[in-house]
């Protein structure tokens, strides 16, 4: 079994269902347990600006897919909850990326592991520190990630 987290993104219609469908799908897949989720985040939407607020959050699951196979599962719950690209960085029913996978890592255009601009985002380094406080990112502490993104962007933990 191998640990990886992924981050999840919705800003288009009933956000929390979307994400809480996700979840159930990731769920219902007989190689894949999520082990931990996040609280969700209301984030200030970055990239693209013109588009509604995201709720965002991360999960951390056990696997037996590879990666691409993961890769895969995720786009598939993607099309199920009929996402449309239509802009890059724009509004999307969900967004399902791979962060982490293990110490696995990876350059090729379709799998960039770990995730390119994941330590550039506070709407992914801040539910990723609330579940793995102790993950070092390439020998790095997360908690020293976080802080120097302190500021940047809004990221409002929902209660
Ligand atoms: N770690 C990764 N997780 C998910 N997709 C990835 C990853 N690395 C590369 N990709 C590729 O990126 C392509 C575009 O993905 P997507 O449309 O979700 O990008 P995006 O979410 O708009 O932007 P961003 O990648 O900046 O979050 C996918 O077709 C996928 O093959
Ligand atoms: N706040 C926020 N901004 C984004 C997001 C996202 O999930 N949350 N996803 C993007 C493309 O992946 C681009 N911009």
């Known amino acids: 079994?191998?640990?990886a987290y992924l981050g999840?993104?919705?800003?288009?219609?009933?956000?929390?269902?979307?994400?809480?469908?996700?979840?159930?799908?990731?769920?219902s897949s007989k190689?894949?347990?999520?082990?931990?989720k996040s609280s969700y985040y209301k984030t200030e939407p970055i990239g693209y600006e013109n588009q509604d607020w995201f709720l965002n959050m991360v999960v951390e699951v056990e696997t037996t897919l590879e990666p691409k196979e993961l890769l895969?599962?995720?786009?598939?719950?993607?099309?199920?909850l009929k996402r449309k690209r239509i802009v890059r960085w724009g509004p999307r029913t969900i967004d399902i990326d791979i962060l982490l996978y293990e110490n696995y890592s990876s350059n090729q255009e379709s799998l960039i592991v770990p995730h390119p601009r994941m330590t550039e985002r506070a709407f992914v380094m801040i539910p990723l520190y609330e579940i793995a406080p102790d993950l070092l990112i390439k020998d790095v502490a997360i908690s020293e990630v976080v802080k120097q993104l302190e500021g940047l962007e809004t990221v409002i933990k929902e209660i």
């Open 1 to 3: 079994m191998a640990k």
């Open 8 to 27: 999840l993104g919705s800003n288009i219609g009933d956000t929390k269902e979307h994400l809480d469908n996700a979840i159930d799908i990731l769920r």
């Open 31 to 36: 190689d894949i347990v999520v082990l931990k």
């Open 72 to 80: 895969q599962y995720c786009q598939l719950i993607e099309t199920q």
